[in-house]
């Protein structure tokens, strides 16, 4: 009500001064109507002004998370909502609503989401003003929702993509004395060199773009010490390592969940269902009593291999196709090894590519199947495999991949390929083993699951490893980090 009040006695005081230069206007004292309508103009904006930065009590406890991007298929930034409201601040959380987020994030009435759309741009003529048309678009929508919304203490938003929220977040900042931090994932540039090439003057516009505007954010956060290091050598940016970690909700899956899990699948998928005509409920992979409503795994089942991607040029895997073509030859060959089941999860721009790939290929004893889970499932499906593979390489080589994170949350040992810091996750011959080609990854399925399903063997010490060297969940790791720098005055 007071700022109601406030409001109306400053249009009453626009209102007056109008009125005063209008009258010394008419009366000949020589004020022009060019001073009149500058000044009306200059009045004008600093009431809309003065309105966009109208702060009230409830201003120091909300935040905008912010991604250019899908919100469901962006777990971090669903885990800064989450941690934010857990501390009592009111979320915006402004991004695409292509797939469903997680529960938590759609049950928590501190987080309200504003979906955007995605902006295609002008369909003609050529492909640069297809780009300049759907950038100047972004900003526009971008614009319109950031505005509109009530003022925000922080803007916290994901780079990349950055190109045109880390501009437009930073206008609004400054309009509105809000706080401006972005979280560092990646560099937005190197993902578009990996179509585009170096050189590319889109490419070269990107990375100018990113040095210009990301050193005027007030905090930066970022993935990796290597990050840290570049981003302060090269950048002039002072970031705090935020690595991931994994939520609560990555654990290892007790048996019952794990066959539900797999009943659901089978309904789908023929890779899951059993070949056997029997009386118990079954799947490939599991049985169930239902007398006694027990649960056991089969012993001649195969092996459940897991791999998740966003089916982009940073993970090629006809790797991990070709290593499963050798790894068949193996069993061939006469080598004592199991089946497998090679789930393959994720959405993408390459995916029917790939699915041609997979189809194309005649194997009988590895059986792949590419799924959509649903976010609830993920992590069940996480905690029921015998072994990961990531084959993320990272665009930068500066940043680490999440899936990896999450499937060391459910103790699951990663084959994981080469690049610069992976090191700083994955350490070889102790929680994992690390490759270079499909060669290498092929042997070490070999070595890995030969004593399948037994525990004594390499697989199983990696996975005692894991269990045994749990570092911070996601939530005390935030605390420590983040809010600090959002919670300082």
């Not at 626009?14 to 022009?32: D, K, R, W």
């Not at 399948?452 to 570092?471: A, H, I, Q």
Request: hydrophobic share 40%; proline share 4%; aromatic share 8%.
């Amino acid at each position: 009500m007071a700022t109601l009040c406030t409001y109306t006695a400053s249009l009453a005081v626009f209102a007056f001064i109008a009125a005063l230069l209008i009258a010394f206007y008419t009366a000949g004292s020589g004020v022009t109507w060019s001073v009149v309508s500058l000044t009306v103009v200059t009045v004008l904006v600093s009431l809309w002004l003065w309105s966009l930065r109208r702060r009230n009590g409830g201003t120091d406890r909300r935040m905008c998370v912010l991604v250019l991007g899908d919100i469901g298929r962006s777990p971090r930034m669903q885990y800064h909502a989450l941690s934010l409201s857990k501390h009592g601040y009111n979320v915006t959380f402004v991004g695409f609503l292509d797939t469903k987020p997680h529960q938590d994030v759609l049950r928590e009435e501190k987080i309200r989401i504003v979906p955007i759309i995605e902006v295609k741009g002008v369909r003609v003529g050529p492909k640069v003003l297809t780009y300049v048309t759907k950038v100047i678009l972004q900003c526009l929508q971008l614009l319109h929702v950031l505005l509109k919304m009530e003022t925000q203490s922080h803007i916290l938003m994901q780079n990349p993509p950055g190109l045109p929220s880390i501009a437009v977040a930073w206008l609004v900042c400054v309009l509105r004395g809000s706080r401006f931090v972005i979280d560092w994932h990646n560099y937005g540039y190197t993902v578009m060199a990996l179509s585009h090439g170096q050189t590319h003057p889109l490419v070269r516009l990107a990375k100018w773009y990113e040095h210009f505007f990301g050193p005027l954010a007030t905090h930066n956060l970022c993935v990796t010490n290597a990050m840290k290091v570049d981003l302060q050598k090269n950048w002039g940016i002072k970031a705090t390592t935020l690595y991931d970690r994994p939520a609560s909700i990555f654990r290892e899956t007790p048996l019952k969940l794990q066959h539900e899990l797999f009943m659901r699948l089978a309904e789908t998928y023929p890779q899951f269902q059993s070949k056997e005509s029997e009386e118990v409920e079954g799947t490939v992979f599991s049985v169930c009593d239902l007398a006694g409503d027990t649960v056991t795994l089969r012993t001649e089942r195969p092996a459940l291999l897991l791999s998740s991607t966003s089916w982009t040029e940073d993970e090629d895997f006809s790797i991990l196709l070709t290593a499963l073509e050798e790894y068949e030859g193996f069993i061939e060959g006469g080598a004592s090894l199991p089946s497998l089941v090679c789930v393959i999860t994720g959405k993408g721009p390459q995916k029917e590519y790939y699915r041609k790939l997979i189809d194309s290929l005649h194997l009988e004893h590895v059986k792949i199947c590419t799924p959509w889970l649903e976010a609830e499932d993920y992590p069940v499906l996480l905690g029921s495999a015998d072994l990961g593979v990531c084959l993320h390489k990272s665009s930068s080589g500066l940043d680490l991949p999440m899936k990896v994170v999450d499937m060391f949350g459910c103790c699951l040992p990663v084959c994981a390929i080469h690049f610069n810091c992976l090191h700083e996750l994955v350490k070889h011959e102790e929680n994992g083993l690390i490759f270079r080609d499909s060669r290498e990854l092929a042997e070490q399925l070999k070595s890995l699951l030969s004593d399948f399903p037994g525990s004594g063997g390499r697989l199983g010490v990696f996975r005692r490893n894991l269990r045994t060297s749990r570092g911070q969940r996601w939530d005390d790791n935030w605390d420590h980090n983040v809010l600090p720098l959002i919670s300082a005055p």
